[in-house]
């Protein structure tokens, strides 16, 4: 029989995107975290941006969970070792609560995670208890918490929401109201939230969040109620073990605010291969450290053009680089600075770094979103796109991600010399042999 980890565990949910899911999952883990109490904290999806808050809210990493591309045994795997030692675990939501194949709602039901639904009530009194209704019974067998109604006016609205819970019979799920505060407001922009990293008063917004949330029934609530939400994971089968296929080899990963796009279970899958990562800075116009290969993952650069165009020093030495034959792996916004040129959402120019021929354009509209794989050889990789920019280039693609959305488009991958770029974020755990032939021999 496996061994099972118990813990309380809920998802912060939401009926769309922009509901205030991350604040609040966020504050609910200072609270927590400032009260002694060892928080861990999930992302539902793909999302870069979110974890970096509830890594700063927590004090720890903030891994994904989804069923489809980190896999039901990852998230298993995942949940079961944070029950062993948290006393509370919070996982994050996507999008609406039913948005998705999978969606949060399907993670919440297989784990057994009680939802918690934030609604931003803003501009609604009755219709509060009809949305707040038709989120916990639209599909049966949903694990409940209850509700939290953010961005409330004043006393007398969050009476009136709470009022339209108790006409359909479902008082007891009232978790209290948060009042609309530019203080504890989480700065966004066209990919989502500003990184926590970014703002120098993202913790005192963190505090004041907290704050705001320690007087809602909600807050208040000691661990002995939070015993009611306790969900149990099971351990999961053990792993084959991951062969050294990239032992002694250096992986140089830029990261700054340019280029941030990292999920930290990549960063321990190349561990996991026998490779050591090492940093750099192509904003602080950094050489590119001694290394075997290179991992240039998405971000910003359109936030810092100018600067990412005076960036010589790196752009020469991954250059030199590629002109060695050693490996480069390129993700979106780590692919767009290889082009000739980026031209910004004010139709301004910024030369770039030369190393592929072309341009990328930012645009105001979303260009790709979505789910996709990458199949090679060596494994499957899965991951997802989400970009704003369009790229023209001479190069043919050497092949293509394949999207598993029925009306998806999938990325291209292009080639030259050794390097393998794409708008495609890869989960390198997802299969960490295909992970290796990226940045051993190239793409298969």
């Not at 992302?43 to 891994?63: N, Q, R, V, Y």
């Not at 790196?314 to 034959?325: I, P």
């Not at 692919?335 to 120019?349: C, I, K, R, S, T």
């Not at 770039?352 to 979505?370: D, E, I, N």
Request: hydrophobic residues 50%; charged residues 15%.
């Amino acid at each position: 029989m496996n061994a099972v980890s118990t813990c309380p565990a809920i998802l912060v949910a939401a009926p769309a995107s922009g509901q205030g899911k991350t604040t609040v999952a966020a504050a609910l883990a200072r609270l927590h975290t400032r009260a002694g109490r060892r928080v861990r904290a999930f992302k539902s999806g793909p999302d870069f941006l979110d974890p970096f808050w509830l890594e700063l809210a927590t004090g720890h990493p903030a891994h994904n969970l989804d069923l489809w591309m980190t896999g039901e045994a990852d998230a298993q795997t995942r949940l079961f070792e944070a029950a062993q030692t948290a006393d509370l675990i919070i996982v994050e939501g996507v999008m609406g609560l039913f948005d998705g194949e999978p969606s949060a709602a399907d993670l919440a039901r297989r784990f057994g995670l009680h939802v918690l639904a934030v609604i931003d009530a803003s501009a609604m009194a009755g219709t509060f208890g009809a949305l707040a209704f038709g989120l916990q019974h639209y599909r049966p067998g949903l694990p409940w918490a209850g509700v939290l109604a953010n961005r409330v006016a004043t006393e007398r609205h969050a009476e009136m929401l709470q009022c339209a819970l108790a006409e359909d019979g479902s008082a007891t799920s009232w978790l209290g109201a948060v009042m609309r505060d530019a203080s504890f407001a989480l700065p966004e922009r066209h990919l989502g939230l500003t990184a926590a990293f970014e703002l120098p008063d993202g913790m005192a917004r963190l505090d004041a969040a907290a704050d705001a949330l320690a007087t809602t029934p909600l807050g208040q609530m000691d661990m002995a109620a939070w015993a009611r939400w306790a969900a149990s994971f099971e351990a999961p089968q053990i792993d084959a073990a991951v062969p050294p296929l990239l032992a002694g080899k250096t992986v140089a990963v830029a990261r700054d605010a340019a280029f941030s796009f990292i999920y930290a279970a990549n960063l321990e899958t190349l561990e996991r291969l026998g490779a050591k990562p090492v940093f750099f800075s192509p904003l602080a116009n950094e050489r590119l450290p001694g290394c075997d290969a290179v991992w240039l993952p998405g971000g910003y650069p359109e936030l810092h053009a100018q600067t990412l165009s005076g960036s010589t020093k790196t752009r020469d030495g991954l250059r030199a680089h590629v002109v060695a034959g050693r490996p480069v792996w390129a993700e979106c916004g780590g692919m767009m600075v290889l082009f000739d040129e980026l031209m910004d959402v004010q139709g301004q120019a910024h030369p770039m770094w030369g190393l592929l021929p072309g341009r990328v354009s930012l645009q105001t509209r979303l260009a790709a979103l979505g789910p996709q794989k990458l199949s090679l050889e060596a494994g499957e990789l899965r991951g997802h796109t989400f970009h704003y920019s369009r790229c023209e280039t001479p190069l043919a693609a050497a092949m293509h991600t394949e999207s598993t959305r029925a009306a998806g488009k999938g990325e291209a991958v292009y080639r030259r010399g050794s390097i393998q770029a794409s708008y495609f974020h890869a989960w390198m755990a997802s299969s960490p042999a295909a992970t290796a032939a990226l940045f051993a021999s190239g793409v298969h």
